[in-house]
């Protein structure tokens, strides 16, 4: 009975012990009755919302009570047994953890010297038996000190400094620092034993090289005054003055007893004047005490009589930092409400920035004065965003740079990747919202959709031609309200240019020039995903010009000035798919023309400026190579014999009449044209059928203007002349039964002549750039040097300067005020041009001619008098925007082929916001100057 009896006391004490424990903090033993909202935090699990957050703008990545316990007070929770350890932590350590990672802390400490290491329950168990509340330290009983722990924390120090060195020569504020330890501390001229230098070195400060003075050690064992090390870390960094290991106030820790014992047992020289004795340096101050008489205060070395030493103010809790600041801030807060109306923190701010420029410190002043102006020290996330999609970093080369530049300069310079998402998503497609009138049709009403599926409008069917490719897209809509609101600042600045006023609601009529073409092999990574081909299709557009109609005309509000630039050709699809595949074409960009076709009859209701206002649109597919127009519209490829994508001329007729030819194509004809290969209604043959619908052997399913890509007769006219050159050389005139091998030794000789006069590398594939080149006065004359009869120099010479008074005239963007005098004079060109090619270089184009040789000729006034330019209205933007594919591929840090595609698109459009070009041209204004 009476061993049940000790049993049942035994397990009563245990479970009185338990709930005990459970209502004291974990870590520094206080009772959660102290604070009055009984607030309390486990000490397993997951940390809370709020400091998740503090800690995701810190970086960190612990996710975890225990991990965060272990980082900031150095005990390891993870192994706690329930019986033993309380398993909930109090609000004021919860406020410390959160402190310590926040940004307006610079110093965060424990608030006791020691913190509890916990035991099991026993009979002398002082949890028990306590009769004061646990949380206070003073008479407190005490917990086995032998197992206590001292505690520490890692302060942040916002002060850094830029030369982290020792040298006191090199610092000022370290020289008076040096100057006012002699007032303090001891030399080492006042040892009586002339001891080795090690020695002297081992027990003399390494900051001030004075005799220790509570001597505190690092974490690297090196040992230094107290005061001495706190002030340097205060100046210098948080950091050892020996060895530059990483160091904290908190960190140090007094040296071992044996050391102390040496220490003290010094034998030093008294400093007053007349006193011979040889005292040890743990009695040296109890000796001066006893000089009642002295000469003055410099015999004197400091002493702190009794208690701890006075410690600086920065290494104080936030308590005592108030408790000793308490009549400064009261004469403050007098002197702030009497002459600054009570605005305290003005009069601290001032009082800072007068104390730092005192010192010269003017970078940090800076910073600090626009801080006060509310400009901030670092860059505007925008200003980071640009910098980025400019520079094609990844995110983990910013992120890298981004910590490389905060660690080196203490300053938060760059905003970190988080900001930068936040401010793309506002210059991103499915931000703003808009409104259709009427809706459009068979398209949603919603207006936030950013990024979709390019396959997502297909309807497939069991028999339906399968589409094996991968497509990203914006819907079209949408895309053309992020570009207007791009350009918002543009629009209203073109208002007040025309003197229109800021409340004009429209409509105005926005006119866009959209641009398709391949990319070529694009198989530069290999990502998991399908089997896709590698090559690639990008679809975009550019906002040309904004009319408003007025009584005396339409009025242009803006205007592109580098139409053909690829920082204005927004992307909007890109497909994994091949140029010349017809079917996966049309799946991918049908859904995307029903949007088109569908914006055509509707107007856009969109804010700008504070104002609703009506857009119309117009939109003029000219920014299409030739082997595009065919696709699109159903014609034959360019090896028909109708050769023109604008007339019904074939080639036959074209190069019988080289100049006199009319536009007769449009998309509508081509339609009807299809319908009638498709039914044959006359009953005609293949022959016949094909000859009445002048080529048109598929259904047109993009609408095209007609007219010349600029770009691409540039380089089909250079690769035309490049054959004549070619020809010339080897007298082809004379003789045009010549073998293959004989027209490759022209080519190469041809080659070899122009590398070496002209440094033009030869190409497999003639190029924008190679036909720049090529097509010039210097380049016609080193190919004269290869041509042996001076008849034929001479026509060469006369074709390559029509040439080159022709091309301006369709290369500008705006020939009327560009080159006036060569476009009057083109028709007189093209007809000297044309007869040039009918008689000195018959042999080459009897019966035939190229098909852009026919458009340069034949369509280029008419094209011009109608739009006022061909230049403007290139595919020149769409083909920059090829390398910008590859690099952003490269950038791009997803490897995945589906997800690939969707950062591609991301950054090509942010690349081309005007919004943060502006920002990039202010920063090389900057760089200029």
């Known amino acids: 009975a009476v061993d049940s009896n000790e049993t049942d006391l035994k397990r009563l004490g245990d479970e009185a012990h338990v709930t005990a424990i459970q209502q004291l903090c974990r870590i520094c033993g206080a009772s959660f009755k102290m604070d009055q909202q009984n607030r309390s935090y486990p000490v397993h699990g997951p940390v809370d919302s709020e400091t998740q957050d503090v800690l995701r703008r810190r970086e960190r990545k612990v996710t975890s009570w225990p991990e965060l316990i272990l980082k900031v007070f150095k005990t390891d929770v993870r192994a706690d047994v329930d019986t033993i350890h309380p398993t909930r932590f109090c609000h004021n350590c919860w406020t410390i953890m959160n402190q310590k990672f926040s940004h307006n802390s610079s110093e965060v400490y424990f608030p006791h010297n020691q913190a509890v290491e916990w035991t099991p329950h026993s009979a002398a168990c002082n949890v028990c038996h306590s009769s004061k509340p646990w949380g206070k330290r003073k008479g407190a009983p005490q917990l086995n000190p032998n197992k206590m722990k001292k505690r520490k924390t890692r302060p942040e120090f916002v002060k850094k400094s830029k030369t982290p060195s020792i040298q006191w020569k090199s610092n000022k504020a370290l020289n008076q620092m040096k100057d006012s330890c002699k007032k303090i501390h001891l030399d080492t001229n006042l040892l009586v034993v002339d001891y080795p230098s090690d020695f002297v070195k081992s027990v003399s400060c390494q900051v001030c090289e004075h005799i220790l003075s509570d001597p505190v050690q690092t974490p690297c064992k090196h040992l230094f005054c107290r005061i001495c090390i706190l002030k340097y870390i205060k100046l210098m960094g948080c950091y050892c003055p020996s060895c530059k290991y990483p160091c904290f106030p908190t960190d140090l820790t007094a040296p071992v007893k044996s050391y102390l014992s040496v220490l003290n047992a010094l034998l030093l020289k008294c400093t007053v004047s007349g006193c011979d004795e040889e005292i040890s340096l743990g009695k040296y101050s109890h000796h001066i005490s006893k000089h009642k008489e002295t000469k003055g205060k410099e015999a004197y070395a400091h002493i702190n009589k009794g208690g701890r030493p006075r410690q600086h103010l920065l290494t104080l809790t936030r308590r005592a930092q108030k408790h000793r600041l308490r009549e400064l801030k009261m004469q403050v807060k007098a002197f702030a409400d009497k002459e600054e109306e009570g605005d305290v923190k003005s009069v601290c701010l001032t009082l800072f920035l007068l104390a730092l420029r005192a010192r010269n410190e003017h970078r940090q002043a800076d910073e600090l004065e626009a801080i006060m102006e509310g400009r901030g020290a670092g860059l505007h996330p925008a200003v980071c965003l640009a910098i980025r999609v400019n520079t094609f970093l990844s995110c983990s080369q910013y992120h890298k740079m981004y910590r490389t530049v905060k660690a080196t300069t203490g300053r938060q310079i760059f905003q970190p990747l988080h900001a930068l998402r936040n401010a793309e998503k506002a210059l991103l497609p499915g931000y703003h919202t808009f409104e259709w009138r009427p809706p459009l049709k068979s398209v949603s009403t919603r207006t936030d959709v950013g990024i979709i ?13 399968p589409v094996d490719t991968i497509s990203k897209r914006f819907r079209y809509d949408v895309a053309l309200v992020s570009a207007l609101k791009d350009m918002e600042e543009d629009i209203l600045e073109g208002l007040k240019a025309q003197n229109l006023d800021d409340y004009t609601s429209g409509p105005f009529t926005v006119v866009v020039k959209e641009s398709c073409d391949g990319m070529g092999d694009v198989s530069e990574k290999h990502g998991s995903g399908p089997a896709v081909p590698e090559k690639a299709v990008r679809f975009s557009f550019t906002v040309m010009n904004i009319n408003f109609p007025n009584n005396n005309g339409p009025v242009r509000i803006f205007e592109e000035s580098k139409p053909n630039s690829e920082l204005c050709c927004k992307p909007l699809c890109l497909m994994l798919a091949d140029e010349s595949d017809h079917e996966t074409l049309t799946a991918i960009l049908s859904p995307l023309i029903a949007e088109r076709e569908a914006m055509k009859t509707a107007e856009l209701l969109l804010e700008m400026g504070g104002i609703l206002r009506n857009f119309r649109f117009v939109f003029r597919g000219t920014g299409y190579d030739e082997k595009l127009v065919r696709e699109v519209e159903g014609l034959e490829a360019s090896g028909s014999i109708f050769i023109c994508t604008l007339c ?35 009953h005609e043959s293949v022959d016949e059928l094909r000859d009445r619908v002048k080529g048109v052997s598929a259904k047109p399913f993009i609408e095209t203007l007609p007219s010349i890509d600029a770009l691409h007769c540039d380089i089909g006219n250079a690769a035309e002349f490049y054959r004549i050159f070619q020809l010339e050389i080897g007298e082809f005139y004379k003789n045009s039964s010549v073998t293959k091998e004989e027209k490759k030794r022209w080519q190469a000789t041809l080659d070899k002549h122009l590398r070496k006069r002209m440094n033009l590398k030869p190409i497999m594939r003639m190029n924008g750039n190679f036909a720049r080149k090529l097509m010039s006065k210097e380049t016609i004359e080193a190919v004269c040097e290869l041509v042996p009869c001076e008849e034929r120099q001479a026509a060469l ?23 006036p005098e060569l476009l009057c004079q083109y028709s007189f060109h093209s007809q000297r041009f044309a007869e040039l090619l009918s008689t000195k270089f018959k042999y080459r184009y009897e019966g035939k001619i190229t098909n852009y040789f026919h458009k340069t000729l034949a369509h280029v006034p008419e094209i011009i008098e109608r739009d006022g330019s061909i230049g403007a209205w290139a595919s020149e933007g769409n083909e920059s925007g090829n390398k910008l594919f ?24 942010l690349y081309t916001s005007k919004y943060l070009q502006k920002f990039m041209n202010a920063h090389n204004n900057l760089k200029n100057q």
Not at 802 to 817: D, H, I, N, Q, T
């Open 797 to 819: 010479i006369e074709l390559m300067d029509l040439y080159l008074k022709m091309k301006p005239v369709w290369r500008s963007s705006c020939p009327a005020k560009e080159c």
């Open 886 to 909: 590859r690099r952003f591929r490269k950038m791009n840090a997803r490897q995945s082929k589906f997800y690939e595609l969707e950062d591609v698109l991301k950054h090509h459009w």
């Open 453 to 465: 599926d390019g396959l997502s409008g297909l309807n497939r069917s069991v028999d339906e031609y």
């Open 648 to 682: 019904d001329a074939t080639r036959l007729e074209a190069s019988q009449n080289l100049v006199n030819h009319s536009i007769t194509r449009s998309h509508g004809e081509n339609l009807q044209r299809y319908e009638m290969w498709r039914s044959n209604p006359h």
